[in-house]
């Protein structure tokens, strides 16, 4: 892999990124959407691009592109022979994180493409179509609730209107964090145009289980992604003193959502799925008081959608049946859904050939974590790289890869590339603006 690490400075490029946005004291990324983090972040994926010459585009949801487009044989004087740049074959990932979120997740599959396309150059080669690595913006829906926002916007699976109105902890509107970092909120909607520029995605990311350690691979691909969502569950009670109030005339609505977690471990144990709640907000939340409300979030996955219904509904109805016992009140409201991807046949069978003639055999897993690619199954082939990770943590600061993977990413990548847009020895050898 020495010729991988040297043709694409791949140490220089992730140390050059890694003190965006990370917390001294706990080491884990706070890239939420649109705060100063995310736009050092989104400022670094531009000039990464404009040094490669590759031309950088922010789409109508926020999302930036870099292209990578093939020789068109014009001089630089020529007017009018701008190249083309539908038929595009899309790579890249995501740069934003969840709270205190690893290095790993979003930023190995945006560095890994331009890794790759260095590589590819370093050999002297150009694509025959266009190639455009992506950064989606806000994939984990830290700050305002929805996950993959910005391919959700792209493809219209989220309305534009419910994306402006969306609110983060602290009130402010979606529209209004876009609007100050100079995105302007009412061109977000479907995009047509963009959509029709691009033919297949592929996105590389670090695999958040231990499927690829258990067989010994350091690279697999993608076979589907569970079905998965989140839902909001809003438990409320009476206020009142905490050393005054006898534990029989209690309204608390701590207790219908303590309740609720161990229900949801069981249901979801007994379902074979999983239920998590991994984010709540206490009003007033006071040491001395008992608590007002309770505004909890579940993020559930299963294996079918049967299963999904089943535990959610099973979820709620537990958490009804305690409130009633609590004198308690209990609203619960979806907020995002996604359903089973099952990933282009075509395309992963392509890739997989591609990788086992030069890797030796590639696994094919599932996924219970949701991608922008899962989002883009719904308008085109897409396929997703998987990178061996030996503890299978993620989503914490303890996520890791090792380097000696990562460079096995780029290859494998890479090797996607060219065989998928094309790219072999061009006019334009050794090309590297
Ligand atoms: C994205 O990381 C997810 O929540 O699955
Ligand atoms: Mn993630
Ligand atoms: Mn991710």
Redesign the pocket.
């Known amino acids: 892999m020495n010729e991988v690490a040297e043709a694409t400075g791949f140490a220089e490029l992730w140390s050059s990124l890694a003190d965006l946005g990370r917390d001294r004291t706990t080491g884990g990324y706070r890239r939420f959407a649109w705060t100063s983090a995310d736009l050092a972040c989104r400022d670094w994926f531009a000039s990464q691009a404009a040094d490669r010459g590759l031309t950088v585009e922010v789409d109508r949801n926020g999302n930036q592109w870099a292209w990578w487009l093939p020789d068109s044989g014009a001089s630089s004087t020529d007017v009018g022979t701008e190249p083309r740049r539908g038929n595009a074959l899309a790579i890249g990932s995501h740069l934003d994180s969840?709270p205190d979120g690893g290095a790993f997740?979003g930023p190995l599959g945006v560095i890994s493409s331009l890794a790759a396309v260095d590589l590819l150059r370093a050999r002297g080669w150009q694509p025959e179509r266009p190639v455009v690595i992506a950064n989606f913006a806000d994939?984990?829906g830290a700050r305002f609730g929805i996950?993959c926002a910005g391919s959700r916007l792209l493809t219209g699976q989220l309305d534009a209107a419910k994306a402006r109105s969306l609110r983060d902890g602290g009130g402010v509107r979606l529209a209004d964090a876009m609007e100050a970092a100079g995105q302007d909120p009412d061109a977000l909607g479907r995009d047509d145009e963009r959509l029709a520029d691009i033919s297949e995605f592929v996105e590389l990311h670090i695999e958040q289980g231990r499927w690829l350690i258990d067989h010994d691979a350091p690279v697999g691909v993608a076979s589907s992604i569970w079905p998965?969502g989140r839902w909001r569950f809003d438990f409320t009670g009476e206020a009142n003193h905490a050393g005054t109030t006898a534990l029989d005339d209690r309204r608390d609505p701590m207790l219908t959502y303590a309740n609720t977690v161990l229900s949801a471990r069981k249901k979801a144990r007994l379902g074979g799925t999983l239920a998590t709640f991994g984010k709540v907000s206490v009003e007033p939340n006071g040491t001395n008081a008992i608590p007002s409300r309770v505004r909890a979030w579940l993020?559930s996955r299963a294996p079918d959608e049967a299963a999904l219904d089943a535990v959610v509904e099973q979820i709620a109805a537990a958490a009804r049946e305690r409130a009633e016992r609590d004198g308690t009140a209990l609203e619960v409201v979806n907020e995002s859904r996604t359903a089973i991807v099952e990933f282009d046949h075509g395309l992963r069978d392509k890739i997989r050939k591609t990788l086992t003639g030069v890797f030796g055999p590639v696994p094919q897993l599932p996924t219970g974590?949701?991608?922008d690619a899962g989002i883009l199954a719904a308008e085109l082939p897409t396929a997703m790289l998987f990178v061996r990770n030996p503890s299978g943590l993620s989503?914490t600061p303890a996520e890791h890869a090792e380097t000696a993977d990562c460079l096995t990413g780029v290859a494998a990548l890479a090797e996607v590339v060219a065989q998928l847009a094309g790219v072999r020895p061009g006019t334009n050898r050794g090309s590297g603006a």
Do not use: F, L, T
């Open positions: 969840v997740d994939e984990e996950a998965h993020d974590a949701g991608h989503h």
